[in-house]
């Protein structure tokens, strides 16, 4: 049986925590999209750290982990990753036992980040606010087919990989030269000069080293996980970003370049749909959201920047301030409609003594969220004004309220409450 993990709003809803706290109770955990961009924050006894590839589940002893066929890998970020992990306390032998990394993931190359910089520059005030780890360029590649898998990188020949790299890497410095030289009057000279784009040797140097270092944790992976599923053996599927983030469903072009949805979670693992039991959707007491986008229930400036500083909302791989906004009941009843089956609820302490709250629960005018950003842009929320608390959620009448309302207007249950940043602040209902 699999379960699903997926954030239910713009990311950030505090996924890392939850894995964290839960997988314990799980043989495997999967990461399934997204890449270097996620920024995962774990708060146990082995001490506090932001991981971004490596699956949560990787401070308990007996679980494997995966980093399946839907998630891209930058390689060097990847070893940085794991020699953090070690330093935190996990054996190195331990982690070289249970890290499992799909041979059918890309492999994120050099030139996705420059490139995920220039068409950042070349959007000009469209910006996105990607988070520069080449996540747009990468999946982009794969779906032109002109992607490499880690299966690849550890199976060829090094002759015919250094034929591969040098031709990819040439084509893509000409794209650099000629299209996006054109467009920005010299700008990519200076990124291509930080960014090193000019000689493959070095870059193929470091590809080779890392290859070394990463061949022996590749495999199938979606066997191990079939055979998990026949034996029964329990699986945690861990999503990156949000459901609001998703392509498809997200507020398109404001999103990321992988599927953040619970039928992503199948594409990015491999596992059959008849094998998931419960997906469970994070979601922040309030909303956040990073860099650009259409945001209807942003707060004013003054309580953002409040909120901003009580739940030290700034992002985990960028460390840019978050946005902040009021519950949006509308996005959530959308993330339900994609096969959220119960809530976990994060960050309710970070409202305690705000009061009175607002909650957005419809959008004046549309009856559904709307589907273009820019009609998104236009939307005006509708609030409810509802009761405060204290600092104590468990037994708070206000706070459970608050979460009766979730569950009444998206029809779905709240069964996990996340009371704090350490793993065992949190309680079912
Ligand atoms: P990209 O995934 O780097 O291409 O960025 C696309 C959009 O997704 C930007 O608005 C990012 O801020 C957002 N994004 C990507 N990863 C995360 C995340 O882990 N948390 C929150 N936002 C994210």
């Known amino acids: 049986m699999a379960d699903v993990i997926v954030g239910a709003q713009w990311g950030d809803e505090g996924k890392g925590k939850i894995v964290d706290a839960i997988s314990g109770n799980y043989d495997f955990c999967v990461r399934f999209n997204g890449g270097n961009n996620a920024g995962h924050t774990i708060i146990n006894e082995f001490g506090e750290l932001a991981l971004h590839l490596i699956p949560a589940g990787i401070f308990h002893p007996h679980v494997i982990c995966v980093i399946g066929n839907g998630v891209v890998v930058n390689l060097a970020s990847l070893w940085a990753e794991i020699s953090e992990v070690v330093g935190h306390g996990v054996p190195l032998t331990d982690v070289a036992e249970r890290l499992k990394i799909s041979s059918r993931s890309h492999v994120v190359m050099p030139w996705h980040i420059?490139?995920?910089k220039l068409q950042e520059q070349a959007r000009g005030k469209e910006k996105i606010g990607t988070t520069s780890r080449g996540i747009g360029p990468v999946f982009s590649d794969k779906i032109a087919r002109h992607g490499l898998r880690m299966g690849d990188l550890v199976s060829m020949k090094e002759s015919d990989l250094r034929s591969w790299f040098y031709k990819e890497f040439y084509r893509n410095v000409k794209i650099v030269r000629t299209v996006y030289e054109s467009i920005a009057l010299g700008f990519s000279r200076e990124i291509e000069e930080e960014s090193g784009l000019v000689s493959a040797d070095p870059h193929f140097r470091e590809l080779m080293a890392l290859r070394?270092?990463?061949?022996?944790?590749?495999?199938?992976?979606e066997e191990l996980l079939w055979e998990a599923h026949e034996k029964g053996q329990r699986i945690l599927l861990e999503?990156?970003?949000?459901?609001?983030?998703?392509?498809?469903?997200?507020?398109?072009?404001?999103?990321?370049?992988?599927?953040?949805?619970?039928a992503g979670a199948l594409q990015g693992s491999g596992?059959?749909?008849?094998?998931?039991?419960?997906?469970?959707?994070?979601?922040?007491?309030?909303?956040?959201?990073?860099?650009a986008g259409p945001f209807p229930s942003e707060m004013d400036e003054k309580t953002q920047n409040a909120i901003r500083e009580k739940g030290k909302e700034?992002?985990?791989t960028t460390g840019r301030p978050r946005r902040i906004g009021?519950?949006?009941l509308v996005i959530l009843m959308r993330s339900a409609r994609l096969g959220v089956t119960e809530w976990a609820v994060t960050k309710g302490d970070i409202l305690s003594r705000t009061n009175p709250l607002k909650v957005c629960y419809?959008?004046?005018?549309?009856?559904?969220?709307?589907?273009?950003?820019?009609?998104?842009a236009q939307a005006r929320p509708v609030y409810v004004e509802v009761d405060g608390w204290g600092d104590a959620l468990e037994n708070s009448?206000?706070?459970?309220a608050y979460l009766q309302m979730i569950e009444q207007m998206t029809k779905v249950p709240v069964r996990l409450v996340s009371t704090g940043p350490q793993r065992e602040q949190i309680f079912t209902r």
């Open 114 to 116: 420059v490139f995920d």
């Open 212 to 221: 070394d270092v990463l061949a022996s944790y590749v495999c199938e992976s």
């Open 239 to 262: 999503g990156a970003q949000g459901i609001h983030l998703d392509t498809d469903f997200g507020t398109y072009p404001y999103v990321t370049s992988s599927p953040c949805t619970p």
């Open 271 to 291: 596992l059959p749909p008849q094998a998931l039991t419960r997906v469970i959707g994070v979601m922040k007491a309030y909303t956040t959201r990073v860099a």
């Open 314 to 316: 700034f992002g985990a």
């Open 326 to 328: 009021w519950l949006d």
């Open 362 to 376: 419809a959008y004046e005018d549309e009856k559904e969220s709307p589907v273009s950003a820019f009609s998104m």
């Open 397 to 400: 009448r206000e706070f459970n």
